[in-house]
């Protein structure tokens, strides 16, 4: 009877090491298809008839919220391991509130699900339309990088996204280097304990329709044997080689600009027009209604009061008076194309770009100079041109 038991107990742990086996490589090789596809997708000339075949061929997985047309959809497909029946997985310490109603994992059955070749593991795609064209795509690995993988900060997370602008671009330095295209990693964290930081291993990549193919290449080459590898992979470089090796370029040269230069980048705007009117979502034509100055630590600071006009992007929303937030600066302070507050007069026009909707009741808090252009007939034409090439943007 031992014998029996012990014989059926290997059996069992045979037959489940298989299954578990087999379906991690299924997963890789979905994986592996999906990114093809993904890959041959071309932002701003695959079309709706492009569209549909990846939604035909991946309807199992795949979805959308609200309607799909050729006018406007986001279509979304999600690849997951077996153990995961659910778009995310809740260990036994989220609180039950937060679970709803997905299954969440006790720490031995991923330990054991892990002991047999398993790896927690989720694979995202992305396409977004508008007008029949696709204007993004995206494909991201998330995979665990430890037996338990009960947080985000025990993934791995590899991601790569299409964008028609860059959120927040004041906090993408690379941009300062290539307007196309830009990277961020995390990781390995110096002191990064388990639970200190939310990602401690990541790298994300995001491109216009206007990168470069060779670089859209570069940013697209995902190590997919981390699904499948028995060690887990555990560094950024490992899950996007290329994009890694960019990431370090563009390290290498910021960090030789000198330590001046970098302090004062704050109250100077380096960036083209263009730039603006593509990267920040709302965009609204304002009047100057005053200027208030003061003598402030050797400088004269400005205080700018604003009337909002009309919007240009986005639909800014804003009522009669006054901004609640006035445009603070010095002296020294450059605004887009080499204003300096100096130059700004009562009777001006400003074309304001923000990241958040305007409106006389709601306050919002933006001293980024790059958000302030001098309404001039050359600054008009490079903050449209830059509001046309953000395909999915609203213009009045």
């Known amino acids: ?103 969440f994992y006790r720490r031995w059955e991923l330990q054991l699900y892990s002991l047999l070749g398993g790896r927690i593991t989720q694979v995202r795609a992305d396409v977004q339309l508008k007008n029949g064209v696709i204007w993004t795509k995206s494909y991201a690995v998330f995979t665990a990088r430890s037996f338990y993988a009960y947080g985000p900060e025990e993934f791995l997370i590899g991601s790569t996204y299409g964008v028609t602008r860059f959120t927040n671009p004041a ?51 995902f190590n997919l044997l981390c699904i499948t590898s028995w060690l887990q ?35 100077r705007c380096n960036s083209p027009v263009e730039l603006s009117g593509r990267d920040y979502r709302f965009g ?36 009669e008076g006054l901004l609640k937030d006035p445009l603070i600066g010095w002296s020294d302070t450059v605004l887009s194309a080499g204003v300096r507050m100096a130059d700004l007069k009562p009777g001006n026009r400003i074309i304001l770009m923000v990241e958040w909707p305007l409106s006389d009741s709601t306050r919002v808090s933006y001293d980024e100079p790059c958000s302030y252009v001098l309404d001039t007939d050359e600054n008009r034409a490079a903050i449209e041109r830059g509001i046309a090439s953000d395909k999915l943007a609203d213009v009045p």
């Open 1 to 103: 009877m031992l014998r029996a038991a012990g014989v059926a107990g290997l059996a069992l742990v045979a037959v489940l090491f298989a299954v578990v086996q087999i379906q991690q490589h299924l997963l890789r090789w979905r994986a592996e298809r999906l990114l093809a596809d993904i890959r041959e997708i071309q932002m701003g000339k695959s079309t709706w008839a492009n569209a549909q075949r990846l939604m035909t061929r991946w309807g199992t997985w795949g979805g959308w919220e609200g309607s799909c047309t050729a006018e406007s959809c986001e279509y979304k497909i999600m690849l997951p391991d077996t153990l995961q029946a659910v778009t995310t997985h809740y260990s036994e310490r989220t609180p039950p509130e937060m679970r709803e109603e997905r299954h």
């Open 171 to 221: 906090d993408k330095p690379g941009l300062k280097l290539h307007q196309e295209y830009s990277l961020m990693a995390a990781g390995p964290c110096d002191g990064c304990k388990d639970g200190a930081c939310s990602i401690c291993r990541m790298i994300g990549a995001s491109f216009t329709p206007y990168a470069s193919p060779e670089i859209v290449g570069e940013l697209f080459d």
């Open 233 to 267: 992979c555990d560094d950024p470089k490992e899950i996007l080689p290329s994009a890694w090796r960019l990431y370090r370029k563009d390290q290498e040269v910021l960090a030789k600009q000198s330590e001046q230069s970098r302090a004062r980048a704050w109250n």
């Open 284 to 319: 609204l034509l304002t009047e100057i209604v005053k200027i208030q100055t003061s003598p402030d630590s050797g400088f004269t600071k400005y205080v700018v009061s604003l009337r909002g006009l009309r919007s240009l992007k986005n639909r800014a929303l804003f009522g």
